[in-house]
C-alpha cells in the first residue's frame, strides 16, 4: 500500500512517540490520503488499533492507551496544496510543521497567528488535533475560529470532508469543529484549509511586575477593560517566569506581559497610556520592547510547557479553563496545596481567556527519571485535587500532561461532564470498533 521502504519496524521510533503501555513495533508512512485509505481499511479488518504520529510532541498529552499495534506517520504529507495569497487562506497537508508553515506565509507578509509549543516539529495536525493554542488566541481566536476545511480518513477508510477553501464556506456539517480537540479518535486528518491574516505594521510588548497575584489580576482586569485591544496578555508567576527562561527580563514575584499591534501610532500610544493606567495597582517593574526580542519573548513564553516537559520529566501539567474573576483564587489557592505537599509549582496564565497551566513536580529526593514512589503517591493526589478546585470555582480542568509512571495512579478527567454520553455516541457512529487511538481522549474514549 505504501511501498516497501515506507513501511518499517522501528520499536525504538515507536516507543518514543506512541502513549501506550504497548506501543507498536510497526510504523506505515503513507505518502497521501488514499494510501492512508487503504491502511485503515486493512486495520478495521484486521481489528488492529491505530495512532496517527506526526512530530511526537504531543506524546505525554492526554490519556494512555493500553496496546496500539500499528502507528502511522504523517511524516511524508507536508505539501502545500493551493495558496492564494490575495485571498488570506492556505491549503496545507496535515504533516506539515508549523514552523515550516510560518515560514511559508512570512514569504508572503502573513501569519498564521496560533503560537503552539514545541514549535519546530509539531505538525499542524497534530497541534489540531490536540487543540492546543498559545498567548495570541486572546486577539486572534482559537484553531476552531481559523480552520475552514478539513478532509481527513474514517476509521475504516473512507475519504471525508467539512467544511472548504473559501471563507464564506457554509455548507454541510462543520466537521472541522469536530475533529479539533478529538485527539485523533474520530478519524486522521490529512488535509487543512486555514484563514491566515497579514503580519501587522507595528508590535509593542509591554512588561509589569507585581508583588501579588491579586494585584497583578486586578491589572490584567484593567487592561482587557480598556481601549488597547491586546493580541496577547498573559500572566506568570516567578517558577513559570524561570522555566519560561525570561527571568531576566522581570524578577517580580509575579509577572504580567501585555502585546499590542497594529499601526504605529497604535503601539506609541499603548507605550505612553499603558504605564498610565496601571499607575496605582503596586506595579513594581514596568518595561516597553519594540525590537526584534519580542519574537524570542513570546516563542519563549508559547514553549513554556515543552521546557518545563524536559526539565521536569516527572511532573504534570493542569489546564484548567476558569472564568476570569476566579484566577486569583485558583492560582493562591492551587499553590497552597502544592506547598503542603511539598511538591513545586508554578503558575501559567492566558490572563484574558481564562486558561491556567498549574505545574506540578517533585522535590528533591522525590525526583528521579520517574519521579520516584514518594512523587508517584503524593502528585497524582495533589494533581486531582487541583483540577477539583477548578470546579468548585465554577470552570473545568483536566491533566493535559503527566508521564506514563502515573498511569492507573491518576484520573487526569476530573468530574465527566454531563455531555459525555453524547461524545461516547459520536465516538461509537465514527469508530464503531475502537480501532482509532484508543483511551487517548477525555473520559477514556
Given at each position: 500500500?505504501?511501498?516497501?521502504?515506507?513501511?518499517?519496524?522501528?520499536?525504538?521510533?515507536?516507543?518514543?512517540?506512541?502513549?501506550?503501555?504497548?506501543?507498536?513495533?510497526?510504523?506505515?508512512?503513507?505518502?497521501?490520503?488514499?494510501?492512508?485509505?487503504?491502511i485503515l481499511k486493512l486495520a478495521t479488518a484486521e481489528k488492529?488499533?491505530?495512532?496517527?504520529?506526526?512530530?511526537?510532541?504531543?506524546?505525554?498529552?492526554?490519556?494512555?492507551?493500553?496496546?496500539?499495534?500499528?502507528?502511522?506517520?504523517?511524516?511524508?504529507?507536508?505539501?502545500?496544496?493551493?495558496?492564494?495569497?490575495?485571498?488570506?487562506?492556505?491549503?496545507?497537508?496535515?504533516?506539515?510543521?508549523?514552523?515550516?508553515?510560518?515560514?511559508?506565509?512570512?514569504?508572503?507578509?502573513?501569519?498564521?497567528?496560533?503560537?503552539?509549543?514545541?514549535?519546530?516539529?509539531?505538525?499542524?495536525?497534530?497541534?489540531?488535533?490536540?487543540?492546543?493554542?498559545?498567548?495570541?488566541?486572546?486577539?486572534?481566536?482559537?484553531?476552531?475560529?481559523?480552520?475552514?476545511?478539513?478532509?481527513?480518513?474514517?476509521?475504516?477508510?473512507?475519504?471525508?470532508?467539512?467544511?472548504?477553501?473559501?471563507?464564506?464556506?457554509?455548507?454541510?456539517?462543520?466537521?472541522?469543529?469536530?475533529?479539533?480537540?478529538?485527539?485523533?479518535?474520530?478519524?486522521?486528518?490529512?488535509?487543512?484549509?486555514?484563514?491566515?491574516?497579514?503580519?501587522?505594521?507595528?508590535?509593542?510588548?509591554?512588561?509589569?511586575?507585581?508583588?501579588?497575584?491579586?494585584?497583578?489580576?486586578?491589572?490584567?482586569?484593567?487592561?482587557?477593560?480598556?481601549?488597547?485591544?491586546?493580541?496577547?496578555?498573559?500572566?506568570?508567576?516567578?517558577?513559570?517566569?524561570?522555566?519560561?527562561?525570561?527571568?531576566?527580563?522581570?524578577?517580580?514575584?509575579?509577572?504580567?506581559?501585555?502585546?499590542?499591534?497594529?499601526?504605529?501610532?497604535?503601539?506609541?500610544?499603548?507605550?505612553?497610556?499603558?504605564?498610565?493606567?496601571?499607575?496605582?495597582?503596586?506595579?513594581?517593574?514596568?518595561?516597553?520592547?519594540?525590537?526584534?526580542?519580542?519574537?524570542?519573548?513570546?516563542?519563549?513564553?508559547?514553549?513554556?510547557?515543552?521546557?518545563?516537559?524536559?526539565?521536569?520529566?516527572?511532573?504534570?501539567?493542569?489546564?484548567?479553563?476558569?472564568?476570569?474573576?476566579?484566577?486569583?483564587?485558583?492560582?493562591?489557592?492551587?499553590?497552597?496545596?502544592?506547598?503542603?505537599?511539598?511538591?513545586?509549582?508554578?503558575?501559567?496564565?492566558?490572563?484574558?481567556?481564562?486558561?491556567?497551566?498549574?505545574?506540578?513536580?517533585?522535590?528533591?529526593?522525590?525526583?528521579?527519571?520517574?519521579?520516584?514512589?514518594?512523587?508517584?503517591?503524593?502528585?497524582?493526589?495533589?494533581?486531582?485535587?487541583?483540577?477539583?478546585?477548578?470546579?468548585?470555582?465554577?470552570?473545568?480542568?483536566?491533566?493535559?500532561?503527566?508521564?506514563?509512571?502515573?498511569?492507573?495512579?491518576?484520573?487526569?478527567?476530573?468530574?465527566?461532564?454531563?455531555?459525555?454520553?453524547?461524545?461516547?455516541?459520536?465516538?461509537?457512529?465514527?469508530?464503531?470498533?475502537?480501532?482509532?487511538?484508543?483511551?487517548?481522549?477525555?473520559?477514556?474514549?
Open positions: 500500500m505504501c511501498g516497501a521502504a515506507n513501511v518499517r519496524s522501528d520499536t525504538p521510533w515507536c516507543a518514543s512517540r506512541v502513549r501506550a503501555i504497548t506501543p507498536p513495533e510497526i510504523v506505515a508512512v503513507p505518502a497521501d490520503r488514499e494510501q492512508l485509505a487503504a488492529f488499533t491505530v495512532t496517527p504520529v506526526g512530530g511526537g510532541t504531543k506524546r505525554n498529552c492526554g490519556g494512555i492507551a493500553r496496546r496500539v499495534d500499528l502507528a502511522v506517520s504523517t511524516e511524508r504529507m507536508q505539501r502545500v496544496i493551493d495558496y492564494p495569497a490575495s485571498d488570506l487562506t492556505i491549503t496545507v497537508e496535515a504533516g506539515i510543521t508549523i514552523r515550516a508553515l510560518r515560514e511559508t506565509l512570512a514569504q508572503h507578509g502573513q501569519m498564521l497567528p496560533l503560537d503552539v509549543t514545541c514549535l519546530n516539529d509539531a505538525t499542524l495536525g497534530g497541534t489540531l488535533a490536540a487543540n492546543l493554542s498559545g498567548p495570541q488566541r486572546l486577539g486572534y481566536g482559537g484553531w476552531r475560529d481559523v480552520v475552514i476545511g478539513i478532509q481527513f480518513v474514517t476509521a475504516d477508510g473512507r475519504l471525508a470532508k467539512g467544511g472548504g477553501r473559501v471563507v464564506k464556506n457554509v455548507a454541510g456539517y462543520d466537521l472541522p469543529k469536530l475533529l479539533i480537540g478529538s485527539f485523533g479518535t474520530l478519524g486522521i486528518i490529512t488535509e487543512v484549509s486555514l484563514k491566515v491574516f497579514p503580519i501587522p505594521p507595528a508590535t509593542g510588548t509591554f512588561v509589569f511586575g507585581f508583588s501579588s497575584i491579586a494585584a497583578a489580576t486586578e491589572v490584567t482586569h484593567a487592561i482587557l477593560n480598556s481601549p488597547f485591544f491586546p493580541q496577547s496578555l498573559e500572566l506568570l508567576d516567578a517558577a513559570a517566569g524561570a522555566l519560561a527562561g525570561v527571568t531576566g527580563t522581570c524578577t517580580s514575584p509575579y509577572i504580567v506581559f501585555v502585546s499590542v499591534a497594529g499601526p504605529q501610532v497604535v503601539v506609541d500610544r499603548a507605550s505612553n497610556d499603558l504605564p498610565k493606567l496601571l499607575r496605582g495597582n503596586g506595579c513594581l517593574f514596568s518595561q516597553a520592547i519594540t525590537d526584534g526580542s519580542q519574537d524570542r519573548l513570546w516563542n519563549s513564553l508559547s514553549d513554556m510547557t515543552s521546557a518545563y516537559l524536559r526539565a521536569q520529566p516527572a511532573g504534570v501539567a493542569i489546564k484548567a479553563s476558569l472564568p476570569l474573576l476566579q484566577l486569583t483564587a485558583f492560582i493562591g489557592e492551587a499553590k497552597q496545596l502544592a506547598e503542603d505537599a511539598q511538591l513545586s509549582t508554578a503558575s501559567g496564565a492566558h490572563a484574558g481567556t481564562g486558561i491556567v497551566y498549574q505545574y506540578l513536580w517533585p522535590e528533591g529526593a522525590d525526583r528521579g527519571p520517574e519521579g520516584g514512589d514518594r512523587a508517584i503517591e503524593k502528585l497524582p493526589r495533589v494533581a486531582e485535587q487541583i483540577v477539583s478546585l477548578a470546579e468548585r470555582l465554577g470552570g473545568r480542568a483536566t491533566v493535559e500532561w503527566f508521564p506514563l509512571a502515573y498511569d492507573g495512579k491518576l484520573n487526569p478527567w476530573g468530574k465527566l461532564g454531563d455531555d459525555f454520553p453524547l461524545m461516547q455516541r459520536i465516538k461509537s457512529a465514527l469508530d464503531p470498533h475502537g480501532t482509532l487511538n484508543p483511551s487517548r481522549f477525555y473520559g477514556g474514549i
